[in-house]
């Protein structure tokens, strides 16, 4: 029996330090490190290089170091602490005219002294010297880039001018004049910062080797489809052709899945459906590749809200981001101080602020543990599966212009909501990555539209042309009839004399370029076009009927419903979404669970889950070892785990000011629980678990128990 505890205490051990070392989950912070904010992920990504509240850069990256964290580095790209630059202090020369500037002049903002900017090669050698060199110097192996954003309002400014001139050759265009222009001014944005990526990137690795270390760099972005309904424009997928990216963030959020959006002839928000379809996007984005994706979501949101909508949306998204289980690395949080130290109203009916409520920063922190252990699945959300919507980065250059509006994306809405409302776990697929294989793999239908965006090359056209004659099914929707089908692109020029890019698709397909409403066979496959821009299935109420029955004709029957479930076990995550015209009836879940989302951890034999609401469960009857003590649920995290035959102990850390209510499972009922601060317990017989609360220490709270 010795050797059996000797065996599993050396086991334990591995495993913490295995822990120590691993880098799943991670926040990022401009702060030193505080006891309100020790988060206890596995790393912080301390933000910029230069001083902070008077400390320096090395003061805040070794306050971390300090207490066990691994440590990252993390800057903005587009806008940070350019100050040196902009003011000619690092070169002598001012650089005004490298901000990004509107048709009025005015330059365009993150905060104040913080203009977005035109990454220019001067602007490039100055990050490279001033942030990431001395990332590198500080030992800060990883590097974060974030929010390559160029904002489609801008485009006058002398530097854009010259950069306009260098790409295309010829002098720089007045973007509001034209379609054209407008396509044109941001395509070259978008050029702009997958230079200033590739550039930064191959300097970052170049640098690292001559200090005879290996670094990695990543790009935390929003989603495709939040900077096209922005006005912004970034890389976004061609990120992956960039061999130094190691990987991203999704910056998935309440603030970004909170804009508005047209479903049966109603806009407004709908917070979960459109946080499942921005984390489908970046998802994709990456899959083909095998690189690293995080999935980012936040507690509250940039805009002063209050707590009782921050708590809700964040079920929301939250709920999103697991519905993608071959994920399972996570930013849990950007910026805690402004969580943790910040007031807010407690709710829409009130004006008293206040601290962030001990239940919601209880709730909060067990989701975020939770992440510590969720495990990646091969399991799916249930539903019909290989259904999925075409985009491409180029829904970022149909921005607004006289005769062309969608501010809300009304034509990629048109194609996702009615089948998000079916209960469809839609996927979505990037144009730019169709050179995968693994783009089309297990694809049965996609529907696609250019009435939103344009293909880039006609390469992806052979390859859907491919994947059809193969046995695909493509829905086409669209009128063709936007200002931007006639912009000078590789469809009607060097030969090709087609009024539309659609044409040449269906050229490919053996159909008439000017193809009518209607069923085609191609090879194996099935078209069929609908002469319909998306946005007409979603603008006016009961409009969506063409598109479901040619998608059942695509497709074949599928499942219709109003939820979404996914095991990962021991966890089980559900969704049911509201106005679906599948039914109105709340989801009901059987079985042993713990709730997740009740700071009171309560153990339920019945979840009901209501249209417009999310579940996050602990799912009892899937704990591999029943047998062994252990933490199922808990608001802080845990070190230094022993057992013998008849007690476990551990030390929970968690941020100060909070409470701690965990859930343990145990082997017997115990017969003593030694707290080293105020504690309460109760014994749930039923799920052999107790319950343990008490105030959360981030310097550690023994506990012992026996039975």
Known sequence: MRRTLLVVLSLFMVMQQLSAQREKTSFQTLSEWKPTLDVRSDVVMVYGAGDYMSLSFNDRVNSWRDHGYTTHFMSGIAWGGFDAYFKGEWDGKPHDDEVQRRLSGEGIMHGPNSPYVVPTHGFLDYFKENHIKRAIDEGLNTLYFEEPEFWVWSGYSEAFKREWQDFYGFPWRPQHESAENTYLSNKLKYHLYCRALDDAFAYAKQYGREQGREVRCFVPTHSLLNYAQWGIVSPECSLNSMENCDGYIAQVWTGTSRMTNHYNGVLKERVFEMAFLEYGCLESMARPTGRKMCFLTDPIEDSEVNWEDYRRNYQATFTAQLLYPNINDYEVMP???????????????????????????????????????????????????????????????????????????????????????????????????????????????????????????????????????????????????????????????????????????????????????????????????????????????????????????????????????????????????????????????????????????????????????????????????????????????????TFTDHSFSFVSKSPDNTDNAMRILLPQAPKQVQVSVASQSSWDKGSQTLLLGFENDPEGVQVRIEW
């Not at 990037?430 to 539209?449: F, I, K, S």
């Open 335 to 641: 910026w805690p101080n402004r969580i943790y130290e910040r007031e807010y109203p407690i709710s829409a009916d009130s004006d008293e602020k206040t601290y962030i409520p001990r239940s919601y920063s209880t709730q909060m922190q067990v989701m975020i543990n939770a992440l510590n252990d969720m495990p990646a699945s091969e399991n799916r959300v249930n539903g019909a599966q290989g259904i999925s919507v075409l985009l491409s980065n180029s829904i970022m250059f149909h921005q607004p212009f006289e005769g062309f509006e969608d501010p809300y994306l009304v034509n990629f809405f048109g194609l996702a909501m009615p089948l998000v409302k079916q209960g469809i776990p839609l996927g979505i697929t990037h144009m730019e990555n169709l050179g995968y294989e693994e783009a089309l793999r297990d694809m049965q239908v996609l529907l696609m539209t250019y009435a939103n965006m344009k293909p880039l090359d006609p390469e992806a056209h052979q390859r859907i042309a491919e994947w059809v004659e193969k046995g695909g099914s493509l829905i086409y929707c669209g009128r063709d009839d936007d200002p931007f089908q006639t912009v000078s692109e590789w469809w009607n020029t060097n030969g090709n004399h087609f009024s539309a890019p659609s044409q040449h698709l269906f050229a490919l397909m053996g159909m008439e370029e000017q193809a009518v409403e209607g069923h085609y066979r191609f090879g194996e496959g099935h078209v069929y076009v609908i002469r319909r821009n998306p946005q007409e299935f979603v603008l006016t109420a009961g409009a969506d009927s063409l598109l479901l029955q040619t998608l059942e004709s695509a497709y074949g029957p599928y499942e219709q419903k109003n939820s979404f479930v996914l095991h990962r076990y021991p966890y089980l995550i559900a969704s049911v979404v509201d106005e679906s015209p599948v039914s109105s009836e709340p989801l009901v879940l059987k079985g042993r669970f713990i709730d997740l989302f009740d700071p009171s951890l309560p153990v339920l034999s019945e979840k009901e889950v209501q249209p417009g609401e999310q579940a996050f469960l602990y799912d009892l009857d899937k704990v591999e070892d029943k047998t062994r003590p252990q933490v199922l649920a808990s608001a802080s995290r845990q070190y230094d785990e």
